[in-house]
């Protein structure tokens, strides 16, 4: 089991909103995959996640459910990665937002988080 400090910088490219791009980061990570944690999320509240995380030599996704967020209770989570060095990785999401009209952009986060 490892538990994990990271601070991840991020771009929301396709969406329209103002979002915090600078997330403070704590993960645990478990042998069998299992991965849970909470940060700072792009509306600047906190979030809790919990999934899995698949790994493959330098590269990573995580999949699970995540709160926090005030569109929805519980969203699903993901995230696919890539460690350029250790305890850098580059990473992207899928991301989402309703506009003022009730329509639904989609778009994604792209970020690099430095693992303490």
């Keep these: 089991m ?14 329209k909103g103002d979002y915090n791009e600078i997330h403070p980061h704590l993960q645990l990570q478990h042998d069998s995959g299992f991965v849970a944690g ?3 999320n792009s509306e600047s509240t906190f979030s809790a996640y ?14 699970g459910g995540v709160s926090g967020y005030s569109s ?11 460690e350029i060095r ?9 991301a989402f937002e309703y506009n ?14 430095f693992n303490f």
Excluded: Q
């Design 38 to 40: 909470a940060y700072l």
């Design 86 to 94: 250790d305890g850098v990785d580059l990473f992207v999401a899928p």
């Design 50 to 63: 919990g999934g899995y995380r698949f790994e493959y030599e330098d590269a990573f996704l995580e999949a």
């Design 2 to 15: 490892e538990l994990i400090l990271a601070l991840a910088f991020s771009h929301h490219m396709g969406l």
């Design 72 to 82: 929805i209770s519980v969203a699903p989570y993901l995230r696919a990665g890539y």
């Design 100 to 113: 003022s009209d009730g329509d639904l952009n989609i778009g994604a986060v792209l970020g690099v988080s």
